[in-house]
């Protein structure tokens, strides 16, 4: 193992960070970047370091340094780009990821990079360009074919069907390029309405994904149960705070249920900002839990102090200056919620649902990054489905009126009373021009984030209808689950 005398001060600072030692990393981090005039990968691994401590304005100071000194590497800007993200400073990440792909334009990493921050704007059109110079720089860069697909509505006259099946049919393709081009010729055909031709696609891509996932939905079937064990309906009530955390929002519900939609139309009002999908809460959580005598996870949380849980989350989740209403869209944070409760229990609670196939659908035609591991598999989907729908039960006995809950149909359907309810029960003034979620410049680091920069539609209601010839296994095993569903089905 490598040591403090046979590593340099930044890979000593790098290997205490990825082992989760973040203390334990930041005065290696500081050696490393010690009297530099350059600006140096260091600068991005030392704010980095400095923001999973809960020291933003500080990760901010050492990201503003690191600008003043003299021009440095590709690897430093784009170091800095992902901290600024992470800091809010969306803009400012954007120039940087830009500085890094221009310094090192050979790079297919870079312009990668400048393509997803570019949608994160809803640049498109200038995200689909940075796409096509990663695919020209290296034709194996293959999560570029994806992004570039979920950029836009492919048509007739503009797709890339016939060169996603030329690579797709190639020899020897390993599975990670299958299940990257799957999923992305599997939306241009389901655009263009080629169902069943989408179908295959996106059925092969996630068997393939599957196949290396080492998961057990069973365990996630167990866990769910203990998190309503360990969080009764009678145990969810504090006085944690000295804080009005009216001022905090959580939207969640499973992925692709349209939290982000929901999400849009807030950030529409004014005094509203929103942190995105950050694991603000977790660790506000994790970092006020008793230490590892108690064993079970799940007791530790429920024993967590809630006012130090409320001082970590004000530390991750920023706005004192700024003041006005926060919003937090995670969409796992359903399991926390009875730890929001204890620790901000005047927050406001927003769960949004969807009809359960095309919930179930949605995951399982949409590839996602780490998180999810239960969306490629009809019988894991549906136990996995049923497991939520029982907690989201529990939830709802608890709370009771303290929990909003919006459907996604009747939010597409009639967005401006939708929207006015879900700013009523938040304390905000509504204002029509919310819905119209287009015009919201805000960034959007979402899978839906290249569908919010159209207005509201409502055409992914009954998606599902579209494919029910190829769905009957998972019909099938929701009705198993107690699921249920439209008699069609």
Same mark, same amino acid.
């Given at each position: 193992? =490598?040591?403090?005398?046979?590593?340099?001060?930044?890979?000593?600072?790098?290997?205490?960070?990825?082992?989760?030692? $973040?203390?334990?990393?930041?005065?290696?981090?500081?050696?490393?970047?010690?009297?530099? /005039?350059?600006?140096?990968?260091?600068?991005?691994?030392?704010?980095?370091?400095?923001?999973?401590?809960?020291?933003?304005?500080?990760?901010?100071?050492?990201?503003?340094?690191?600008?003043?000194?003299?021009?440095?590497?590709?690897?430093? +800007?784009?170091?800095?780009?992902?901290?600024?993200?992470?800091?809010?400073?969306?803009?400012?990440?954007?120039?940087?990821?830009?500085?890094?792909?221009?310094?090192?334009?050979?790079?297919?990493?870079?312009?990668?990079?400048?393509?997803?921050?570019?949608?994160? $704007?809803?640049?498109?059109?200038?995200?689909?360009?940075?796409?096509?110079?990663?695919?020209?720089?290296?034709?194996?860069? +293959?999560?570029?074919?994806?992004?570039? &697909?979920?950029?836009?509505?492919? =048509?007739?006259?503009?797709?890339?069907?016939?060169?996603?099946?030329?690579? !797709?049919?190639?020899?020897?393709?390993?599975?990670?390029?299958?299940?990257?081009?799957?999923?992305?010729?599997?939306?241009?055909?389901?655009?263009?309405?080629? +169902?069943?031709?989408?179908?295959?696609?996106?059925?092969?891509?996630? %068997?393939?994904?599957?196949?290396?996932?080492?998961?057990?939905?069973?365990?996630?079937?167990?866990?769910?149960?203990?998190?309503?064990?360990?969080?009764?309906?009678?145990?969810?009530? &504090?006085?944690?705070?000295?804080?009005?955390?009216?001022?905090?929002?959580?939207?969640?519900?499973?992925?692709?249920? #349209?939290?982000? !939609?929901?999400?849009?139309?807030?950030?529409?009002? %004014?005094?509203?900002?929103?942190? #995105?999908?950050?694991?603000?809460?977790?660790? %506000?959580?994790?970092?006020?839990?008793?230490?590892?005598?108690?064993?079970?996870?799940?007791?530790?949380?429920?024993?967590?102090?809630?006012?130090?849980?409320?001082?970590?989350?004000?530390?991750?989740?920023?706005?004192?200056?700024?003041?006005?209403?926060?919003?937090?869209?995670?969409?796992?944070?359903?399991?926390?919620?009875? %730890?929001?409760?204890?620790? !901000?229990?005047?927050?406001? !609670?927003?769960?949004?649902?969807?009809?359960?196939?095309?919930?179930?659908?949605?995951?399982?035609?949409?590839?996602?990054?780490?998180?999810?591991? $239960?969306?490629?598999?009809?019988?894991?989907?549906?136990?996995?489905?049923?497991? +939520?729908?029982?907690?989201?039960?529990?939830?709802?006995?608890?709370?009771?009126?303290?929990?909003?809950?919006?459907?996604?149909?009747?939010?597409? /359907?009639?967005?401006?009373?939708?929207?006015?309810?879900?700013?009523?029960?938040?304390?905000?003034?509504?204002?029509?021009?919310?819905?119209?979620?287009?015009?919201?410049?805000?960034?959007?680091?979402?899978?839906?984030?290249?569908?919010?920069?159209?207005?509201?539609?409502?055409?992914? &209601?009954? /998606?599902?209808?579209?494919?029910?010839?190829?769905?009957?296994?998972?019909?099938?095993?929701?009705?198993?689950?107690?699921?249920?569903?439209?008699?069609?089905?």
């Amino acid at each position: 193992m =490598t040591n403090d005398h046979t590593a340099s001060p930044h890979a000593e600072a790098y290997r205490l960070m990825r082992a989760g030692r $973040f203390a334990d990393a930041l005065p290696h981090a500081l050696r490393a970047v010690a009297g530099q /005039r350059v600006c140096l990968p260091g600068h991005g691994l030392l704010a980095t370091i400095l923001l999973h401590l809960g020291r933003a304005s500080d990760a901010e100071t050492v990201v503003a340094q690191a600008l003043q000194c003299a021009q440095g590497s590709a690897d430093a +800007y784009d170091g800095l780009a992902y901290v600024s993200m992470q800091l809010g400073q969306h803009e400012r990440a954007n120039q940087l990821y830009r500085r890094a792909a221009q310094l090192t334009p050979q790079s297919p990493r870079f312009w990668y990079n400048l393509a997803s921050s570019e949608r994160s $704007f809803g640049r498109l059109a200038e995200a689909e360009v940075a796409c096509e110079r990663v695919i020209a720089l290296d034709s194996t860069q +293959y999560p570029s074919y994806l992004l570039r &697909s979920e950029l836009r509505i492919q =048509t007739e006259q503009s797709n890339h069907v016939e060169q996603l099946l030329r690579l !797709l049919t190639k020899a020897k393709l390993e599975d990670r390029a299958r299940v990257l081009l799957g999923y992305a010729l599997g939306k241009e055909l389901d655009d263009l309405q080629r +169902y069943d031709e989408a179908f295959q696609w996106f059925s092969s891509a996630a %068997a393939a994904r599957r196949r290396h996932l080492a998961y057990e939905v069973a365990t996630d079937e167990r866990k769910l149960q203990r998190i309503a064990a360990a969080f009764p309906e009678d145990s969810t009530n &504090s006085a944690a705070g000295g804080e009005d955390s009216s001022r905090y929002i959580f939207i969640f519900g499973l992925p692709r249920s #349209g939290t982000t !939609l929901l999400e849009r139309i807030l950030t529409g009002l %004014a005094g509203v900002r929103s942190n #995105g999908e950050t694991d603000n809460f977790t660790r %506000a959580l994790l970092g006020a839990s008793p230490p590892d005598e108690v064993h079970d996870v799940f007791e530790r949380a429920a024993a967590a102090d809630p006012a130090h849980v409320a001082a970590n989350y004000r530390s991750f989740a920023g706005g004192e200056a700024l003041g006005g209403k926060i919003v937090e869209k995670l969409p796992m944070n359903y399991l926390y919620l009875g %730890a929001i409760r204890r620790a !901000l229990p005047k927050s406001r !609670l927003i769960l949004v649902t969807r009809s359960p196939l095309d919930s179930c659908f949605a995951m399982y035609r949409t590839l996602f990054s780490q998180a999810y591991p $239960f969306t490629y598999d009809f019988e894991d989907l549906a136990r996995y489905y049923a497991a +939520y729908g029982r907690l989201m039960n529990h939830w709802r006995a608890a709370f009771q009126d303290e929990l909003h809950e919006v459907i996604y149909e009747d939010l597409v /359907r009639d967005p401006s009373r939708i929207g006015s309810e879900v700013a009523g029960y938040c304390g905000l003034e509504w204002t029509q021009a919310a819905i119209e979620v287009q015009k919201n410049a805000s960034v959007s680091l979402t899978a839906s984030a290249a569908q919010v920069r159209r207005p509201i539609y409502g055409s992914s &209601s009954g /998606r599902w209808r579209h494919y029910r010839k190829h769905l009957g296994p998972l019909v099938t095993a929701l009705r198993r689950c107690g699921v249920a569903l439209p008699e069609d089905a």
